[in-house]
């Protein structure tokens, strides 16, 4: 349940599909969440880097091997949701 709490939380899932893509600083996350606030891309930021699954490399931020894997089990529900949205 913990899992689904963070993953909840406004724009989570949006930074880990963003850094599937590859490094990214700040204002690159910032530019891709279109919409997000400093504010809660700092608190997100946190939230993700103590769930250990971002964290920060000279490149900027990135997932870590659990990050990987959870995004990896994500991308089968983005896929669905694409569908379902389309349906």
């Given amino acids: 349940m913990a899992a689904f709490d963070l993953l909840g939380r406004r724009w989570a899932m949006g ?9 990214s600083t700040f204002r690159g ?25 971002i964290d920060r490399s ?3 931020y990135i997932l870590t091997e ?5 995004f ?5 529900f983005g896929q669905w949701s694409r569908r379902w949205a389309n349906h």
């Fill in 29 to 53: 996350l910032q530019e891709s969440c279109e919409s997000i606030s400093p504010s809660i891309l700092n608190s997100r930021i946190k939230d993700l880097r103590e769930a250990q699954l």
């Fill in 66 to 70: 659990m990050g990987i894997e959870l």
């Fill in 58 to 60: 000279s490149e900027g």
């Fill in 72 to 76: 990896n089990l994500l991308k089968p």
């Fill in 15 to 23: 930074i880990i599909w963003n850094l599937s893509k590859g490094p």
